[in-house]
């Protein structure tokens, strides 16, 4: 379905890349996502799944390096073009595009040394089967929220001590603990970047960032997760028995851990406000679609004014929500780290994910009985709306540092 991006600089290219994106997202994407919604999480990647035939042609077309830059083999995207093409693709499903970006290792790899750019970003990047799956494993059992919020107080308690910890042993660290259901890819991942305590007398912020490969002795990982929504991303817990891993692993340490995480959460966060999007506007055009069709009452429902601003008001938060989320997401991918501005990150993806919840819902709504059937997309796009507001930081924990910026740092000085 065409829109109006309300943007007069498209160039060529990056209107061909939204349609290969779109073309993508409606021909495989989606078609997959809904077997894989209907099947249980241990069929999910069951190696006759269809998951797999989705990871297979995502990698061929390049989907899962869009953000990489040329020079290591990735798609050298600017930070719009990647917005535009990852929204097109979360219209296809929020989970599978989740799938696609579990590879924070090698992400986090390009920030490191050489070896670890050698070993990890160039070798994903490269990857055209799939076969490269990374993961980010920060969460834990009883370590959650807190462990995402940098910058706050709390994440400064020493009393907080956890479930994952690495100490150094001569040439080697060693890791022990487990890491939550949560993480995403976690079953079938490849590789890892660990985010672990080393120095409990700072509590999460005496963390560290380790990328390392999961094949090592010691590893072990959980049964897959089954949830409510976004039942196409596997999930599962990754459990650490004593796992010695050289301390070159080791990209960040606890002297730097804690400004690392919010620089790196600040461009994670608004990539998720710009997912949520693209699954706002698959249910706004749900909606419309079915509308259009439906006679009720003697006319069909888009004569009805009611749902015509009913249909007003979810396009209203569609729109609204992408230009926050690009905005947000290209200032904090293109400045330095250190000008990243977290309660944009924030800003964007609360709002996105509360409006891909409420516009999912709204769409139900419009639709009747119809919208809580199965026979019907909306039911599914709701229940993935819900995991988004948890997903990568509970929006409640994430206004709360949010809130605590805002009111310290506002307004923000431009730098001249
Ligand atoms: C789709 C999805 C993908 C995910 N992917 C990953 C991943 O790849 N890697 C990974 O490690 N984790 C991942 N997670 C985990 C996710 O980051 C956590 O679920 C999230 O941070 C919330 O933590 P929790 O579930 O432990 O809830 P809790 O932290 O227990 O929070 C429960 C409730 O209490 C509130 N709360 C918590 N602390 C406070 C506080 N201090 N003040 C006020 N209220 C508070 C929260 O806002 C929330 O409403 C994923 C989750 C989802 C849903």
Redesign the pocket.
């Known amino acids: 379905m065409e829109y109006f991006d309300l943007n007069m600089n498209l160039t060529e290219d990056d209107l061909a890349l939204k349609a290969h994106a779109n073309k993508f997202a409606r021909e495989v994407m989606r078609p997959i996502s809904i077997k894989l919604d209907q099947m249980t999480p241990e069929e999910v990647i069951a190696p006759e799944s269809p998951f797999w035939d989705f990871m297979k042609i995502a990698y061929e077309k390049g989907y899962h390096k869009l953000q990489f830059p040329e020079v290591f083999g990735g798609g050298g995207l600017s930070p719009f073009q990647v917005a535009l093409v990852m929204e097109e693709l979360a219209w296809g499903s929020f989970?599978l595009t989740?799938a696609l970006n579990?590879s924070l290792d090698a992400a986090v790899a390009m920030g490191g040394t050489e070896e670890h750019i050698k070993n990890f970003t160039i070798p994903y990047c490269q990857c055209k089967d799939g076969s490269y799956r990374g993961?980010?494993?920060?969460?834990e059992p009883d370590?959650?929220?807190?462990?995402?919020?940098a910058n706050y107080p709390?994440f400064r308690d020493p009393n907080i001590k956890a479930q994952c910890r690495a100490r150094q042993d001569g040439n080697e660290y060693v890791i022990s603990g487990q890491?939550?259901a949560?993480?995403?890819?976690?079953t079938i991942a490849t590789s890892i970047l660990l985010m672990c305590q080393i120095d409990s007398s700072k509590g999460h912020a005496g963390g560290g960032m380790f990328i390392f490969s999961l094949d090592r002795p010691g590893v072990s990982k959980g049964k897959p997760w089954n949830?409510i929504g976004?039942r196409d991303?596997n999930?599962g817990e990754i459990f650490f028995d004593e796992v010695r891993v050289p301390k070159e692993a080791l990209v960040v340490g606890p002297e730097n851990y804690e400004a690392a995480l919010g620089a790196h959460l600040c461009m994670t966060t608004p990539m998720v406000g710009v997912w949520a999007t693209g699954l706002a506007r698959a249910g706004f055009e749900e909606a419309l679609s079915f509308a259009k069709e439906r006679v009720q009452g003697g006319k069909p429902l888009i004569d009805h004014p009611t749902i015509q601003v009913k249909l007003f008001n979810m396009f209203q938060k569609v729109e609204a929500s992408r230009q926050l989320c690009r905005a947000a997401f290209i200032y904090n991918w293109t400045v330095p780290a250190e000008k990243r501005i977290p309660e944009y990150a924030m800003a964007a993806k609360t709002f996105a994910t509360q409006t891909a919840l409420d516009v999912t819902s709204d769409a139900i709504q419009v639709m009747g009985g119809n919208g809580l059937s199965k026979e019907y997309l909306v039911e599914k796009l709701f229940r993935d709306a819900r995991?988004?507001l948890?997903?990568?930081?509970?929006?409640?924990?994430l206004s709360?540092v949010g809130g605590y910026n805002v009111t310290r740092y506002y307004p923000r000085k431009a730098d001249v």
């Open positions: 989970g989740l579990t993961s980010w494993a920060i969460t370590h959650g929220s807190d462990t995402l919020m709390s890491k939550a949560w993480v995403s890819g976690g949830k976004s991303l999930q995991t988004s948890i997903c990568d930081g509970a929006n409640d924990t709360l």
